[in-house]
Nanobody
């Protein structure tokens, strides 16, 4: 089970940190990711971090602004979001996977409930 939190309302240029807490004792064996879905748009990949060596992968739209990290002792994955833009407004979902895929949502078996991020101008 995944529980996302940390969303909220922030002004353009501001920062937020999302958290996703996982239950279970095998968290470190899962690759974790963040996806987002804006109103009337498809869900899109944001960031991924491997379970083996914590290698990060990012969508081009967030590269250099967002940072994904994980703390396996706390069974938690984070998404630090800086320099936020109005187009970052979306519901953000965390997801877990044991497959090697990174960018496609169908690669992820477990999903959190989503947390809303609103960037106001």
């Amino acid at each position: 089970q995944l529980q996302a939190s940390g969303g909220g309302l922030v002004q353009v240029g501001g920062s937020l940190r999302l958290s996703c807490a996982a239950s279970g004792r095998t968290f470190s064996s899962y690759a974790m990711a963040w996806f987002r879905q804006a109103p009337s748009k498809d869900r899109e990949f944001v960031a991924h971090i491997t379970g083996v060596d914590n290698s990060p992968y990012y969508a081009n739209s967030v590269k250099g602004r967002f940072t994904i990290s994980r703390d396996n002792t706390k069974n938690t994955v984070y998404l630090q979001m800086n320099s936020l833009k109005p187009e970052d407004t979306a519901v953000y979902y965390c997801a877990a996977s044991t497959s090697s895929g990174i960018y496609c949502s169908t690669e992820y078996r477990y999903w959190g409930q989503g947390t809303l991020v609103t960037v106001s101008s």
